[in-house]
């Protein structure tokens, strides 16, 4: 059974710029959660979809934005990059919004 | 919404000893909560959970306990080994409307010396 898979690993951009980062969900898990996580910190909540809607959101503005495609694969949009988005992203699926949910190894990125 | 505290933040025991990680968590609504190690340059990986129906749970070397009036649960981790070092998060999941949050500790990072 394959795990969470992002890509990129690795990214860098500059201020100003747009990005987009993928998460294919662990077979069977229809549940995408995205998070960031800065150096040295927790993992802070983004958003989650289920079943291509976004069915929750944490203290992030709308310049995060996101996509679940209907083989639950995810995608994270980031527009107008500021310096402070620098971090891990972490993407996370289970097989319903209840249910444990297992990490991908992340994308690490880096804005100058 | 949800806090979750935990402490301490860095902890140095011998190989053999026994390591102790401690969460609280502030929203009475939380009922799941998962522990995670996150090896340098990794995605956390769940190690444990336990919910709130449970007051303890073990699994080989890891037990979690939660005491759910006081809020508090607590990763214990026995005869530690090298290979134990790592960060630890614990983590308190509640779910609001549709959505499952998960609200992470700021981490305990485990170094088990030779």
């Given at each position: 059974?394959t ?9 860098i ?12 969900s ?8 995205w ?35 209907p083989?639950?694969?995810?995608e994270l949009?980031v ?31 880096t804005?100058l | ?8 933040s860095?902890?140095?025991v ?8 401690k969460?609280?968590?502030?929203d009475?609504?939380s009922n ?5 190690k ?6 956390p ?6 919910r709130?129906n449970v007051?303890e ?10 005491n ?10 026995t ?22 949050k998960?609200t ?9 010396t030779?």
């Open positions: 059974e795990g969470v898979t992002q890509s990129p690993t690795h990214l951009k500059t201020r100003g710029q747009q990005v987009t980062l993928r998460c294919s662990q077979s069977g898990h229809n549940t995408v959660s998070y960031q996580q800065a150096l040295g910190q927790g993992p802070q909540f983004i958003f989650q979809y289920y079943r291509e809607e976004e069915n929750g959101r944490g203290n992030f503005p709308p310049r995060f934005s996101g996509l679940q495609f083989n639950y694969s995810s949009n527009n107008a990059l500021e310096l402070d988005d620098s971090a891990l992203y972490l993407c996370a699926s289970s097989p319903q919004v209840r249910d444990t949910q297992y990490f991908g190894p992340g994308t690490r990125l804005v | 919404g949800e806090n979750v505290e935990q402490h301490p860095t902890l140095s011998q190989e053999g000893d026994s390591a102790v990680i969460c609280t968590y502030s009475s609504a799941y909560f998962p522990w995670y996150q090896e340098l340059g990794k995605g990986q769940l190690i444990i959970d336990i709130s007051g749970k073990k699994d080989q070397r890891i037990a979690v306990t939660l759910k009036t006081a809020k508090h649960f607590s990763l214990h981790i005869e530690t080994q090298p290979e134990d070092s790592a960060v630890y998060f614990c983590a308190a999941i509640i779910t609001t409307g549709t959505a499952s998960l992470f500790g700021t981490g305990t990072r485990l170094q088990v030779l």
